[in-house]
């Protein structure tokens, strides 16, 4: 009898390529300041147009279906933004792709927020590669919040289970995470 051979969904070849090209074990400082064993770098998949896609297809199914964009922090967010608003658009949802600075632009206009700006008051869903205390993805949260759009969904790729949960409940909003990092720290190919 022929041995059976499934075929990975996506959300598996996603999880092989974090642990495999995104995670590393050893002593790092986090962007937090906290040192810890574990340490993730999205970038690498979010990078690659394959990976991109993948996360941009996982990430879309979790945006809001009332909101008219997805934005984020510079620099990890950028290539999440613009994946998965192609992504929505492949599927024919119209869903701008916005990027937060860290800093308002030092010149021109002065500007926090890149991107097709949508009417004030309408709903945006922040994305971010990873949330250790939350404290990027806030950032991006009140610049958005102070510009006067509504929002109440943060969706990360990776959840490092070091409150950021927390920090998001506490501001009225819900973490939506792809993976926690205990799930890829435990990864083993099949």
């Known amino acids: ?36 064993e574990h340490y993730v770098n999205c970038k690498p ?3 690659s147009g394959s990976g991109l ?10 945006v809001e279906a009332d909101a008219v964009a997805v934005a984020g922090l ?11 608003a192609m992504a929505a658009a492949d599927r024919g949802r119209e869903l701008d792709a916005l990027i937060v600075r860290k800093e308002a632009k030092g010149h021109g206009t002065g500007a926090w927020l ?5 009417a004030p008051g309408a709903l945006i869903t922040v994305l971010e590669d990873v949330v250790t205390t939350g404290g990027s993805s806030l950032k991006a949260v009140r610049q958005l919040r102070d510009a006067g759009y509504k929002v109440n969904r943060v969706v990360t790729i990776v959840d490092r289970e070091e ?3 927390a920090a998001m409940t ?5 973490l939506i995470s792809l993976y926690k990092l205990s799930e890829i720290a435990a990864f083993t190919p099949a």
Request: charged share 20%; aromatic share 2%.
């Open 1 to 36: 009898m022929p041995e059976s051979s499934s075929v990975p969904t996506e959300r598996e070849q996603l999880l092989n390529r974090l642990a495999n090209l995104a995670y590393r074990r050893g002593d790092f400082t986090l962007a937090s300041g906290r040192k810890s």
């Open 45 to 47: 998949v979010s990078l």
């Open 53 to 62: 896609a993948l996360i941009s297809r996982a990430m879309l199914t979790h």
């Open 74 to 84: 510079t620099l990890g967010a950028d290539p999440l933004v613009s994946g998965v």
């Open 114 to 118: 890149e991107g097709p700006l949508p």
């Open 163 to 165: 409150g950021g949960d």
């Open 170 to 174: 506490a501001d009225n909003l819900e």
